[in-house]
């Protein structure tokens, strides 16, 4: 029997936010910026919890990180405190309503989310086989993966500066780009593009100089959130050779305002994707002792709403879906290969996927990789798109199906694509 909330809204089936998922996020109400844990369609305040006394069955640093205007401070602790703090939640949240916890909840619809956390460092990786392989083959159809592809997680360093959270409006870039037929030229970007991703937030760091080994890895993960990394590929074309993404990409990326914990994520773990039998065997830095759960069953899609689609009142249609276990490499495999030289991470860092796609047809995660198709994608109301059109509104979605097991979701990573200045 599944674990119920006095909060009347989690125990609705189609909500993301049940009392098994509790994610972290930070939120804004009033003039207070505050830590939070969603919970149906309200936000369980931790800072009120922390000067009500709520929060009793967990140690002082936990509470001090409880009253902190981003999360960076809980995210240092670990895994031991951060379950502390779970077990204590759904303590509060399960059984008998409680007066005190009910003037601790926020509703939801009347607060401004903010970012999770500071973000120090932010890199990318392009753990998707299936998006590698879609995308190098528009460049190099007899030889798409290049010879690194399955020996390491191939990443590049973004741009921290520029991450947003949802709902921050998009402006598109300008920039030099080189038509086909003449000299390179300065213009807007008429190839705007989003990437499906999910990304990490990094726990607790390491000392410069320390490598995180293969299964010490996850510890140093805090949770997970979407993330749409906006892309210009008539820009991305132009200038990624030889030092790769630049421009086309450090103008924005956004992140959904709510962190979904490992351990909530625990019930929902598979095992990685095998490895193809001619696939080169793992060096040992990157293979972890136990593969049945290092892969996490995760739906994923993105919607599209044209402004005419909103305008005739027409719901954000799906364009995408494609599921984080179809990964070629993990999580924890990022964190070891990212430290292996001694490189330290730290507590809001930020480790993306890279674009997440699956090996059919509609698992694409991004619309460059739609070029493969005979027919072009087509909106309801008979628009067609190639790339983003101003005012297209995309919205990412993730969410957990598993028999017998609750729903839960991520909440939403959206943006509209405004005009360029
Ligand atoms: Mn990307």
Known sequence: MALKCWVASANDPSTDFPIQNLPYGVFRYGNQTHIGIAIGDKILDLHACGVGGLLVGVSAEARNACLSETLNELMELGPEVWSALRREVTNLLSGEAHSE?????????????????????????????????????????????????????????GRASSI???????????????????????????????ELEIGAFVGPGNRLGNPISINEAEKHIFGLCLVNDWSARDLQAWEYQPLGPFLAKSFATSVSPWVVSMEALAPYRVPVRSRGKDDPALLDYLQPLDTQKCAIDLTLEVYLASLKMRQAGIPPERISRSNLRDLYWTFAQFVTHHTSNGCNLRSGDLLATGTVSGPLEGSEGCLLEMRHRAVRLRLPTGEERVFLEDEDRVIFRAFTERHNLPRIGFGLCEGIVKKHR
């Not at 009910?102 to 990318?124: F, I, N």
């Not at 590698?132 to 191939?154: C, E, I, M, Q, T």
């Open 101 to 157: 916890v009910e003037k601790s909840l926020v509703p939801m619809c009347e607060v401004e989310m903010q970012l999770p956390a500071r973000t120090g460092d932010y890199t990318d990786f392009y753990a998707s086989i299936d998006h590698a392989r879609r995308v190098g083959k528009l460049f190099r159809p007899d030889n798409p993966l290049l010879p690194n592809y399955k020996y390491l997680p191939v990443g590049y360093h």
């Open 164 to 194: 947003v959270v949802s709902g921050f409006p998009i402006r598109r870039p300008q920039g030099q780009t080189k038509p086909a037929d003449s000299e390179p030229l300065f213009a807007p970007s008429k190839s705007v593009d989003y």
